[in-house]
């Protein structure tokens, strides 16, 4: 028998993870008469009708209520794009009064979802959108984004009721102070890099410094303190000139190819299962910008799509997961290791501070059902994968009906 720590969790081939920019205190008067459009809202208008968070949960997670949704929220004052707007946008901080603090709350609270900390303002208006400067670009010294960030994890926790487990950088921008401040503030995971790009015309084109797709697309880890680095591998708009009309001629040939173009496009994904990495899509929580442009990716626009990647990934060994269940698994699995005692038993080394997380493990060469618990407690093992705690003891295989 040899057992070992599977890759991810219940020995999925892919992590996937629907990731939220933007979740904000904020909506912009889109239609300019105080009244609520769809597609204005980023959250301000809470579970209101037509509101952003009612339009995920009705539009699209109804469909698949087994999606989990990391939500980036920028904690203050998310300013527009430009000094002189051109429609009006309300903005207050995520704990601006009661109510907005318990609709934040009960989105963190809710197992489907997480919080995490994307900034305070966001950045910098500028003259023009050209010239907005994302907040990490802002910071002169690790100390004056450590105090920032200090700032708007207080108001986070005041909101929230605990501090955010990791976050993005607004925009995917950084700069020589970044990574040092994420280190030293105590974040466990962090999205530093719009992982892909460049090898596709795509409009994000941030990446590191990592041309190889193999790692690229895998988790990493950076700073003293081991931040677990979460890739962002996936454009929720993957399927947009397929699966949505397109007046362009350039749509009009994209749906003559039909299902080849969309075969052509799901090549991604199978890229990203076969090589067991991260499939993380990216979305804004709202197409709406003061400066009257449309910002993209957003879910309205690619509600079709979003449909289509997750109809496509519903027969899939895949593992549907937030930000931090993501990166508590990565750290279980770095720092437990399987000491095998004899041809059916064994022990797990662990940190103390992992204990009753769960481990799964691949045995080969054993043809026990089940594993007996150091607690006396039995678990199923499935085509030679178990789901386990950490605990102190032996673990046993049972063997027929033990
Ligand atoms: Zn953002």
Request: proline share 3%.
């Amino acid at each position: 028998m040899h057992i070992e720590a599977c890759k991810w969790y219940n020995d999925a081939h892919s992590p996937v993870l629907l990731m939220m920019d933007d979740l904000a205190n904020t909506w912009v008067d889109t239609k300019g008469n105080g009244e609520l459009e769809l597609g204005g809202d980023w959250g301000y208008h809470k579970y209101a009708e037509q509101s952003a968070m009612q339009f995920l949960m009705d539009r699209i997670l109804s469909q698949y209520p087994e999606v989990k949704v990391t939500f980036f929220v920028p904690v203050g004052e998310r300013v527009g794009i430009l000094e002189q707007p051109v429609l009006n946008q309300i903005s207050l901080p995520i704990n601006a009064d009661e109510e907005s603090k318990q609709f934040f709350r009960s989105v963190h609270e809710d197992s489907r979802f997480e919080l995490a900390y994307h900034g305070t303002t966001h950045g910098r208006v500028g003259e023009s959108a050209a010239e907005f400067v994302q907040e990490w670009s802002l910071f002169s010294s690790v100390e004056d984004a450590r105090e920032t960030i200090q700032a708007g994890m207080s108001i986070f926790r005041d909101a929230v009721g605990e501090f955010p487990q990791g976050g993005k950088y607004c925009g995917y921008e950084s700069n020589d102070f970044s990574d040092d401040s994420i280190d030293e503030s105590g974040f466990t995971w962090w999205c530093r890099y719009w992982n892909r790009g460049q090898n596709e015309q795509e409009s994000l084109n941030i990446r590191g410094s990592d041309h190889n797709p193999l790692t690229n697309y895998d988790v990493k880890r950076f700073g003293k303190n081991n931040v677990v680095d979460i890739p962002s591998t996936l454009n929720g708009a993957l399927l947009n000139g397929v699966m949505l009309p397109d007046a362009s001629w350039k749509g009009r040939i994209k749906r003559m190819l039909g299902r080849g173009y969309i075969r052509w496009k799901l090549r991604q994904i199978d890229y990203l299962l076969r090589h067991r990495l991260v499939i993380s899509i990216q979305e804004h929580i709202a197409p709406s910008r003061d400066d009257g442009k449309r910002q993209s990716p957003n879910i309205l626009d690619d509600c079709d799509s979003l449909m289509g990647i997750f109809g496509y990934l519903s027969d899939k060994n895949v593992w549907h997961c937030t930000g931090s269940e993501l990166a508590r698994y990565v750290n279980v699995r770095d720092h437990t290791s399987v000491v095998q005692l004899n041809s059916h038993s064994f022990k797990l080394l662990y940190p103390l501070s992992f204990r009753e997380q769960e481990i799964s493990l691949r045995m080969s060469g054993s043809s026990s059902s089940r594993i007996r618990l150091p607690n006396q407690e039995l678990r199923e093992v499935k085509n030679g994968v178990a789901n386990v705690p950490l605990q102190d003891g032996e673990y046993f295989m049972v063997e027929g009906d033990g």
